[in-house]
């Protein structure tokens, strides 16, 4: 049913008047960038907690933004799907104040949270560098690889992203034509290329770069591998775009990854940031990167707690 316009310009009334604390604006001007945790805020905005927290639940009962538990901490970002109007309102408040100095510092700020969280993954994989197989990682079991191995076929130009050593890759570059492989650990490349060299293995290469902004041009591979990668990505669309990126047309894309579990241990113990993903949200993401064929199979199930379940999940590039 359409409502009646006062009902129109009575809510962009209680928009504009949401809009008008200064601490309101900036924190929605920080959330539409990032989701973020209120503990990041209160960082960025040098604020404290219960501050922060009474002008986040204003927004939210105004509808302008969502919130996300995950464990003792929550999320908020800015609400998809804003109406029309709504959405109007505020990008006219934020583009209005965006050149203000406190406003260059907050980004300033969100720009070295960002880097925080980067760093924390970063310095995981460094540390575990060279002894990654000899150690338990969730979801990793050669009946997951064996399942995606079956599905390539060479002479092939690969890219194995969010690589870590190259497990996968040393074996694929025995019979693929080259093998790209990406990973943001200077430490894991360093190891990963010794390796290589060590089984002279000329078609596999490392290079140092981002699972969300892949140093491989566009249309420059055949497959993409994206192989229990993509729960340490901050943004797993932003990657799974990246993949479609790089794909040539009729490319492939695989992903394994974890289902979603509730081993909530697994942030700290692997540096995770997403506790795996449901079949539907990896279709979500495929879907959205315009891949065709789309399909996500359950393919192993550990027999020890927590019983970690893995997907594959494959697609052809346009």
Not at 74 to 86: E, I, T, V
Not at 109 to 137: M, P
Not at 204 to 228: F, H
Not at 290 to 309: I, K
């Given at each position: ?274 506790l795996g993903f449901k079949e539907n949200v990896l279709h979500g993401f495929m879907k959205k990167a315009d891949f065709q064929q789309v399909e996500v199979t359950a393919v192993a199930r550990e027999s020890n707690e927590p019983y970690f379940e893995t997907l594959l999940a494959s697609g052809v590039r346009k």
């Amino acid at each position: 049913m359409r409502l009646p316009a006062c009902a129109n310009v009575s809510a962009s009334w209680d928009t504009l008047k949401t809009l008008s604390d200064p601490t309101r604006l900036r924190l929605l001007a920080l959330v539409t960038r990032e989701e973020l945790s209120v503990a990041e805020l209160q960082e960025i905005l040098g604020m404290g907690q219960s501050r922060i927290s009474s002008q986040l639940a204003l927004l939210r009962q105004a509808g302008l933004v969502s919130d996300r538990r995950d464990g003792k901490k929550a999320f908020y970002s800015l609400r998809a799907n804003l109406p029309p109007r709504q959405a109007a309102l505020l990008k006219a408040a934020v583009d209005s104040v965006a050149e203000l100095p406190v406003l260059d510092e907050d980004r300033g700020n969100l720009e070295r949270i960002l880097l925080k969280r980067r760093r924390v993954s970063e310095q995981y994989f460094n540390l575990i560098a060279g002894r990654l197989g000899k150690s338990h990682c969730p979801g990793r079991s050669w009946e997951a690889i064996g399942h995606l191995a079956l599905r390539l076929t060479p002479p092939l130009v690969v890219a194995d992203l969010g690589a870590g050593e190259g497990l996968i890759s040393q074996l694929l570059a025995r019979r693929a034509k080259q093998v790209w492989c990406i990973d943001n650990s200077p430490r894991m490349v360093e190891v990963g290329t010794e390796l290589a060299r060590k089984n002279g293995l000329v078609n596999l290469a490392y290079r140092l770069g981002d699972i969300e902004k892949v140093p491989l041009p566009d249309k420059s591979v055949d497959v993409a591998i994206l192989s229990q990668a993509l729960h340490h990505a901050q943004h797993p669309q932003a990657a799974v775009l990246e993949a479609a990126r790089i794909l040539r047309p009729g490319g492939q894309l695989l992903i394994i990854d974890l289902n979603e579990h509730g081993f909530k241990k697994a942030r700290e113990l692997y540096a995770d940031v997403w506790l795996g993903f449901k079949e539907n949200v990896l279709h979500g993401f495929m879907k959205k990167a315009d891949f065709q064929q789309v399909e996500v199979t359950a393919v192993a199930r550990e027999s020890n707690e927590p019983y970690f379940e893995t997907l594959l999940a494959s697609g052809v590039r346009k």
